[in-house]
């Protein structure tokens, strides 16, 4: 069974950074995407960086290159990079992989943007 295990979240001043990492445990065949999504109190959850199998990347405007999303060789840890945070970053962050016929998600992990 794959389990997706979100950690790197909490407190941090506006204009400040965190590494947001994703264990996936299990095996992943043929996925198509991994990626990070977040949900703030009150709103939908939405898209903040995806990568596909072949590498290429996706980022929702808002990001305006303050973060970057990578996996590592053996497809077991992806990453997110956050800088220059703000306080409308403030939300619950999630990985998600989704292989077409399967559609993963971690529990989320909590980031803070506040003086």
């Known amino acids: 069974q794959v389990q997706l295990v979100e950690s790197g979240g909490g407190l941090v001043q506006p204009g400040g950074s965190l590494r947001l990492s994703c264990s996936v445990s299990g095996n992943i065949f043929n996925f198509h995407i991994m990626g990070w999504y977040r949900q703030a109190p009150g709103k939908e959850r939405e898209l903040v960086a995806r990568?596909?199998?072949?590498?290429?990347?996706n980022y929702a405007d808002f990001v305006s290159g303050r973060f970057t999303i990578s996996r590592d060789n053996t497809n077991t840890m992806v990453y997110l990079q956050m800088n220059s945070l703000k306080p409308e970053d403030t939300a619950v962050y999630y990985c998600n992989v989704n292989g077409g016929s399967y559609n993963l998600w971690g529990q989320g992990t909590q980031v803070t943007v506040s003086p």
């Open positions: 990568m596909d199998s072949g590498g290429r990347t």
